[in-house]
C-alpha cells in the first residue's frame, strides 16, 4: 500500500506561481512514476506531468516551459513548480504513484488561479 499526500494548492493570481508537493508513505519496493494529474470543473481528469524513477519526464503540451517536475526518489518525493500560471490551470491536482502492480492517488490540492 502507498500513500500519497499532496500540499501547496491555493489561491493564485494569473502569472503569478505556487509549488506543488507530494510525499509518498507506505510498503512498497519501488515508484516507477510519479506524477501530477489535474481535473477542472466539468472536466476529465488530465495528465498534468510525470517522471520515471530513472528522471524522464513528461508533460502535457499545455503546461510545457511553464511547469517543471521534481522527483527525489531517496524521499520519495514529487514536486510541481508552476510558473506563469493562467485562469485555465485552475484544477484539483492529484499527486499519482505507480508500481509494477497498482496506481495509487493521492486525496488532490486545488488550484485557483484568480485574479
Known amino acids: 500500500q502507498v500513500q500519497l499526500v499532496e500540499s501547496g494548492g491555493g489561491l493564485v493570481q494569473p502569472g503569478g506561481s505556487r509549488r506543488l508537493s507530494c510525499t509518498a508513505s507506505?510498503?512498497?519496493?519501488?515508484?516507477?512514476?510519479m506524477g501530477w494529474y489535474r481535473q477542472a470543473p466539468g472536466k476529465q481528469r488530465e495528465l498534468v506531468a510525470v517522471?520515471?524513477?530513472?528522471?524522464?519526464?513528461s508533460y502535457a503540451d499545455s503546461v510545457k516551459g511553464r511547469f517543471t517536475i521534481s522527483r527525489d526518489n531517496a524521499k520519495n518525493t514529487v514536486a510541481l513548480e508552476m510558473n506563469s500560471l493562467k485562469l485555465e490551470d485552475t484544477a484539483v491536482y492529484y499527486c499519482?504513484?505507480?508500481?509494477?502492480?497498482?496506481?495509487?492517488w493521492g486525496q488532490g490540492t486545488r488550484v485557483t488561479v484568480s485574479s
Open positions: 499519482k504513484a505507480a508500481t509494477t502492480v497498482f496506481d495509487y
Open positions: 517522471m520515471t524513477s530513472g528522471g524522464i519526464a
Open positions: 507506505g510498503s512498497f519496493f519501488r515508484l516507477n512514476v
